[in-house]
């Protein structure tokens, strides 16, 4: 079974909007967290949520958990032409100490001017 | 901002000819992983190691891949005889605990002919 879908696959926002995206999983976690990708380079972590926790805010971002729908969502607020790239939710269901993270499939945001 | 680092950034090989792929960790991380992402596919976990060990493997994390940290600095991955389809992304990170955050480097392009 997949673990880590977010929809919508594609999403194309206007300057100064908000762009929200999703992410399911089907299996307990530690922890879920967001990443970016912008085009062929690295992951920059964005946010990580416990499984304890419901909602967690840093800068313009938000992300919230609902573990009893195994849903995630990312709101980005005040969008800039900056933050096109796309954007990964990755849940940790590692039985050792470290994080074995199982990425989703990714929301390409393009933020016009 | 201190940062992982990958070399080489890309790397051209002939099946069933080994390769090391080289990571420098961020100095004070204890937990190190590699991750890879075939193009157009999800970002995959491989393997984590913490403690000179490794804690954790995938199903992708056969014979033909091994992982060293042959000094205090430096973090490989060697995958023994390549073949077609080892073809992919491959990004080294780390963290400072298990369960933390990930800092993934720029990854290195593998390209198996």
């Known amino acids: 079974s997949q673990q880590g879908e977010e929809d919508p696959q594609a999403l194309s926002i206007q300057e100064g909007e908000n762009a929200t995206m999703n992410c399911s999983y089907k299996t307990s976690i530690n922890n879920l967290q967001w990443y970016r990708q912008n085009s062929g380079r690295g992951l920059v972590h964005l946010i990580l949520i416990r499984s304890n926790e419901r909602e967690k805010h840093s800068g313009r971002l938000r992300v919230t958990l609902d573990t009893s729908k195994k849903s995630s969502s990312l709101l980005i607020t005040a969008s800039r032409a900056a933050d096109t790239a796309s954007y990964f939710c990755a849940t940790d269901r590692g039985t050792g100490g470290g994080n074995k993270l199982t990425f989703g499939t990714g929301t390409q945001l393009k933020v016009e001017l | 901002e201190p940062e992982v680092t990958q070399t080489p950034s890309h790397q051209v090989t002939q099946m069933g000819q080994e390769v090391i792929l080289r990571c420098v960790p961020i100095?004070?991380?204890?937990?190190f992983y590699w991750y890879r992402q075939i193009l157009g596919q999800k970002v995959e976990f491989l393997v984590s190691f913490y403690n000179n060990e490794i804690s954790e493997k995938s199903e992708i994390f056969d014979d033909q891949f091994s992982v060293e940290r042959p000094d205090g600095s430096n973090f490989t991955l060697k995958i023994r005889s390549t073949k077609l389809e080892d073809s992919a992304m491959y990004f080294c990170?780390?963290?400072?605990?298990?369960?933390?955050?990930?800092?993934f480097g720029s990854g290195t392009q593998l390209s198996v002919l």
């Open positions: 990170a780390s963290g400072r605990q298990g369960r933390e955050k990930l800092f």
């Open positions: 100095s004070n991380h204890l937990y």
